[in-house]
């Protein structure tokens, strides 16, 4: 049987799901403040950002010399078991767990917009902009 150490050094979350709940936790985080909270390179955080943003699970704006990424919530899990799923699910439930644990968003709640807060990106998905409350928006990040 494997050492206590052994047993406790796999997660739930992979490192893509780490860094979407980061971006969408925190939208003004830098991706080397991403990699230090989850406990692994910038590199590494730089190729699953490129990763996400491939697959459309994040959106990239490029403002002056920084990225801006925001994430698309109604993209639906990869795996055949949860396709059927939008991450929005996974977004919520971390965000329900910070409110309920005293950690703040990074970004204040504010009231959704008359329109729901729903608009269309230049690709046509559907995203929710940065006025709705945390727990159902888009967020940015700037890198």
Known sequence: MSSSDDRSAWTFLTHHARVLMEIARNPH????????????????????????????????EKVGRRNHYRVNPDQHFRHPAEANLPIRLLIDMFAQ???????????????????GGRTADPDGQSVLEADTPPSTSSTELIV
């Open 29 to 60: 985080a830098r991706l080397r403040d991403i990699a230090a909270g989850i406990g692994i390179t910038e590199r590494a955080v730089q190729g699953i950002v490129s990763d996400l943003h491939q697959t459309g699970y994040v959106t990239r």
């Open 97 to 115: 767990h910070d409110l309920s644990s005293g950690t703040e968003p990074a970004a204040a709640p504010a009231h959704e917009s008359s329109a």
